[in-house]
């Protein structure tokens, strides 16, 4: 997918591992070990999606597919390209990938301090509906979920964030 700031969308590989571990170390308190994405991208269900300009990588994410349901496992941007629209394209990407491999609902959890994810998890429908108690060892996460991806009205909020890319 190729959207008007010249950002492209591409599967996420371990060709990307060590640029990976650099953004992790920007993004994560506890970032994921590469063993992990490793292990990930050799299970089935899984979507990994790397946003990039240029040779550039931007950022990546990730779902995991649960029959009627889909998680989200991850999203990171680097810091320097934040706030440019790329989580929200890594987000319309997932999203639409888990959509056309059968998912009706999705689910993430996320820091409770972390308002910047949240909002943007609001903008795609996401309602938080409960706390997991120290989660992250000491913060809790909140869990939210968008349901009926599948109905015209999700699509229409899917479009909605399409065309303000
Ligand atoms: C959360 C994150 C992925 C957002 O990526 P991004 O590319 O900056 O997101 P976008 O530019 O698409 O922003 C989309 C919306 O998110 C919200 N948002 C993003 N950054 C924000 C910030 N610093 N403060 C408040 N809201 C913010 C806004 O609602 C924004 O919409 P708006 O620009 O119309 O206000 C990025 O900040 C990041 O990688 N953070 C560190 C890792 C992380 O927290 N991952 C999520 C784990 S659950």
Same mark, same amino acid.
């Given at each position: 997918?190729?959207?008007?700031?010249?950002?492209?969308?591409?599967?996420? &590989? /371990?060709?990307?591992?060590?640029?990976?571990?650099?953004? +992790?170390?920007? #993004?994560? &308190?506890?970032? @994921?070990?590469?063993?992990?994405?490793?292990?990930?991208? %050799?299970?089935?269900?899984?979507?990994? $999606? /790397?946003?990039?300009?240029?040779?550039?990588?931007?950022?990546?994410?990730?779902?995991?597919?649960?029959?009627?349901?889909?998680?989200?496992?991850?999203?990171?941007?680097?810091?320097? +390209?934040?706030?440019?629209?790329?989580? #929200?394209?890594?987000?319309?990407?997932?999203?639409?990938?888990?959509?056309?491999?059968? %998912?009706?609902?999705?689910?993430?959890?996320?820091?409770? #301090?972390?308002?910047? /994810?949240?909002?943007?998890?609001?903008?795609?429908?996401?309602?938080?509906?409960?706390?997991?108690?120290?989660?992250?060892? &000491? +913060?809790?996460?909140?869990?939210? @979920?968008?349901?009926?991806?599948? #109905? /015209?009205?999700?699509?229409?909020? $899917?479009? +909605?964030?399409?065309? %303000? $890319?």
């Amino acid at each position: 997918m190729e959207t008007g700031l010249s950002f492209t969308v591409r599967p996420l &590989t /371990a060709d990307d591992l060590q640029t990976v571990a650099g953004v +992790e170390a920007a #993004s994560f &308190t506890e970032p @994921w070990p590469l063993e992990l994405f490793r292990k990930e991208f %050799a299970e089935p269900g899984r979507v990994y $999606l /790397a946003v990039e300009r240029g040779k550039t990588l931007c950022g990546y994410g990730g779902v995991m597919l649960l029959g009627e349901d889909a998680h989200i496992v991850t999203l990171a941007v680097i810091p320097e +390209e934040r706030q440019k629209g790329v989580g #929200s394209l890594l987000m319309v990407s997932l999203i639409q990938a888990a959509k056309e491999r059968g %998912a009706r609902n999705l689910t993430l959890e996320v820091r409770s #301090s972390n308002q910047a /994810a949240q909002r943007l998890y609001r903008k795609f429908g996401f309602e938080g509906v409960g706390l997991r108690r120290d989660y992250y060892r &000491t +913060e809790d996460a909140l869990v939210m @979920w968008a349901i009926d991806i599948d #109905s /015209a009205g999700y699509e229409g909020t $899917l479009d +909605e964030m399409r065309t %303000a $890319l």
